[in-house]
């Protein structure tokens, strides 16, 4: 199972902005992944997906948004796979963290083998809405139709709301309002706990309260509902691959509390204890149990230690994503994706206007195979390297993480005023040129971070005399 899911809310963040961020893995290495922008021209209304021929008829009125499906040659064999975008109504998508359900839950509500799933959530939901909330009653009533073949966690943000949605069985699910100073670690298990279905920041599917008493699926007892109690799984492996993940996360941003990686009760939302930023959230989708025996690159624990874990950050990531939504600038600017392709140890983290009909070509024309133009090949490459000795190549891959989101953050701080009376062609010239110089800038500095570590590690080769 792949995929590590952070969220934020605005009171939660330095700046003020929702955060929405997800690390999408894959089941091997290779998944080459692009960015583009989908314009309402491209957008299909007459939808079938590849993995179960589903067809479904789209509305009329899709909007222009942002996504990182997979390249052209792999979408014919395996669908689009949007996995993230903002759309031209700022707001953010995210599919999906898989999940798990229990078989209690299963036997009530089987998965449906024709339905809908994370191939096709984000072109089937994010063109048509204009909230968060939207976006969860949108899907809510896509799997309530159609059901899904999967269990799977959904993020939806706008300005002021993040939301986390859970799909629950076949055709059920359920959706909690992140509390505006708190943030979310969802690691591939059922996240919400605790649960209202009477409060206003809840969503469920119509029947899910009446499903749980008449099945007697509250192992808890009462009225009081702990969702992932009732609906997630318990087992042995989550202890090793999910677990970890969300314990780990919760130490970097609450550092003074002591939990254990193996407590499956860790809360669902936590009030930070530092306001969070952008290099926050990077750094904890790229680490690895850093300064615990757990690193599997550290000499601090045995064999057993350093493997007893999965990785948040390892060789399977695709890409990471962190949609955010800003509220000290215009709608016209408060859109941006930072992204990072290829293994998060290894890459950099880049910002990029949404408000945009095109992104640079080092992001878009992604290559099936190795072309040392595209950012997540270079990415590729540097892992390649660095993975055998990482502590020799540490210091220039932390010195291309800090100078590439550097420069990012300068062009975003230039553009941001000198954007601000712009609007149409103007405004769409000025994003461009911005997003194009920062992807030439991450280019450049993975570059010259390539070319360090060939220089350091030919010097060091074992075939020498």
Same mark, same amino acid.
């Given at each position: 199972?792949?995929?590590?899911?952070?969220?934020?809310?605005?009171?939660?963040?330095?700046?003020?902005?929702?955060?929405?961020?997800?690390?999408?893995?894959?089941?091997?290495? /290779?998944?080459?992944?692009?960015?583009?922008?989908?314009?309402?021209?491209?957008?299909?209304?007459?939808?079938?997906?590849?993995?179960?021929?589903?067809?479904?008829? +789209?509305?009329?009125?899709?909007?222009?948004?942002?996504?990182?499906?997979?390249?052209?040659?792999?979408?014919?064999?395996?669908?689009?796979?949007?996995?993230?975008?903002?759309?031209?109504?700022?707001?953010?998508?995210?599919? %999906?963290?898989?999940?798990?359900?229990?078989?209690?839950?299963?036997?009530?509500?089987?998965?449906?083998?024709?339905?809908?799933?994370?191939?096709? /959530?984000?072109? =089937?939901?994010?063109?048509?809405?204009?909230?968060?909330?939207?976006?969860?009653?949108?899907?809510?009533?896509? +799997?309530?139709?159609?059901?899904?073949?999967?269990?799977?966690?959904?993020? /939806?943000?706008?300005?002021?709301?993040?939301?986390?949605?859970?799909?629950?069985?076949?055709?059920?699910?359920?959706?909690?309002?992140?509390?505006?100073?708190?943030?979310?670690?969802?690691?591939?298990?059922?996240?919400?706990?605790?649960?209202?279905?009477?409060?206003?920041?809840?969503?469920?599917?119509?029947?899910?309260?009446?499903?749980?008493?008449?099945?007697?699926?509250?192992?808890?007892?009462?009225?009081? $509902?702990?969702?992932?109690?009732?609906?997630?799984?318990?087992?042995?492996?989550?202890?090793? $691959?999910?677990?970890?993940?969300?314990?780990?996360?919760?130490?970097?941003?609450?550092?003074?509390?002591?939990?254990?990686?193996?407590?499956?009760? +860790?809360?669902?939302?936590?009030?930070?204890?530092?306001?969070?930023?952008?290099?926050?959230?990077?750094?904890?989708?790229?680490?690895?149990?850093?300064? %615990?025996?757990?690193?599997?690159?550290?000499?601090?624990?045995?064999?057993?230690?350093?493997?007893?874990?999965?990785?948040?950050? /390892?060789?399977?990531?695709?890409?990471?994503?962190?949609?955010?939504?800003?509220?000290?600038?215009?709608?016209?600017?408060?859109?941006?994706?930072? +992204?990072?392709?290829?293994?998060?140890?290894?890459?950099?983290?880049?910002?990029?206007?949404?408000?945009?009909?095109?992104?640079?070509?080092?992001?878009?024309?992604?290559?099936?195979?190795?072309?040392?133009?595209?950012?997540?090949?270079?990415?590729?490459?540097?892992?390649?390297?660095?993975?055998?000795?990482?502590?020799?190549?540490?210091?220039?891959?932390?010195?291309?993480?800090?100078?590439? =989101?550097?420069?990012?953050?300068?062009?975003?701080?230039?553009?941001?005023?000198?954007?601000?009376?712009?609007?149409?062609?103007?405004?769409?010239?000025?994003?461009?040129?911005?997003?194009?110089?920062?992807?030439?800038?991450?280019?450049?500095?993975?570059?010259?971070?390539?070319?360090?570590?060939?220089?350091?590690?030919?010097?060091?080769?074992?075939?020498?005399?």
């Amino acid at each position: 199972m792949p995929c590590t899911t952070i969220l934020a809310g605005k009171k939660a963040t330095a700046d003020g902005a929702t955060l929405v961020a997800r690390n999408e893995d894959f089941g091997h290495a /290779f998944n080459p992944k692009r960015f583009i922008v989908v314009t309402p021209d491209k957008q299909p209304r007459e939808y079938q997906s590849v993995t179960n021929q589903l067809k479904l008829s +789209l509305p009329d009125n899709p909007q222009r948004y942002t996504a990182v499906p997979e390249i052209p040659t792999v979408a014919k064999k395996m669908g689009i796979w949007g996995e993230a975008g903002i759309n031209a109504a700022n707001v953010t998508m995210s599919a %999906t963290e898989t999940s798990t359900t229990n078989p209690r839950v299963l036997g009530i509500d089987p998965l449906v083998k024709k339905g809908i799933g994370e191939e096709d /959530f984000v072109t =089937i939901v994010l063109p048509y809405i204009h909230s968060a909330r939207e976006g969860v009653q949108l899907l809510g009533q896509y +799997l309530e139709k159609y059901g899904t073949y999967e269990s799977n966690g959904v993020a /939806f943000s706008d300005r002021d709301e993040v939301w986390y949605m859970e799909t629950i069985g076949g055709h059920h699910w359920a959706a909690q309002r992140i509390p505006d100073d708190c943030y979310v670690v969802a690691p591939n298990w059922f996240a919400i706990t605790a649960f209202d279905f009477q409060s206003s920041d809840t969503m469920a599917s119509a029947d899910l309260e009446q499903m749980i008493t008449e099945n007697y699926l509250n192992i808890d007892g009462g009225t009081n $509902y702990n969702l992932r109690h009732i609906f997630g799984s318990h087992n042995d492996s989550d202890y090793r $691959y999910n677990i970890p993940r969300q314990w780990y996360i919760q130490k970097l941003f609450n550092p003074t509390d002591i939990e254990q990686p193996d407590n499956p009760d +860790l809360p669902f939302a936590r009030q930070p204890e530092h306001l969070l930023t952008i290099e926050d959230v990077k750094y904890a989708l790229s680490s690895r149990y850093q300064h %615990t025996p757990y690193d599997p690159y550290s000499d601090l624990g045995t064999d057993a230690q350093r493997h007893a874990f999965r990785p948040i950050g /390892f060789q399977r990531n695709s890409e990471m994503h962190i949609l955010q939504i800003r509220s000290d600038v215009d709608e016209k600017l408060a859109g941006i994706c930072w +992204l990072a392709l290829g293994p998060n140890a290894y890459n950099a983290l880049a910002p990029f206007y949404t408000n945009v009909l095109d992104t640079p070509a080092e992001y878009r024309d992604t290559a099936e195979h190795f072309n040392i133009k595209n950012m997540y090949w270079l990415s590729h490459a540097l892992a390649t390297i660095g993975d055998d000795h990482p502590k020799r190549y540490e210091a220039a891959i932390e010195e291309m993480k800090q100078n590439t =989101i550097a420069a990012g953050r300068n062009v975003l701080r230039a553009t941001d005023q000198a954007a601000a009376g712009l609007t149409g062609t103007d405004l769409q010239k000025k994003l461009a040129a911005a997003n194009a110089e920062t992807a030439a800038k991450a280019h450049e500095l993975g570059m010259k971070c390539l070319g360090s570590m060939v220089e350091t590690g030919s010097l060091r080769i074992r075939l020498n005399y």
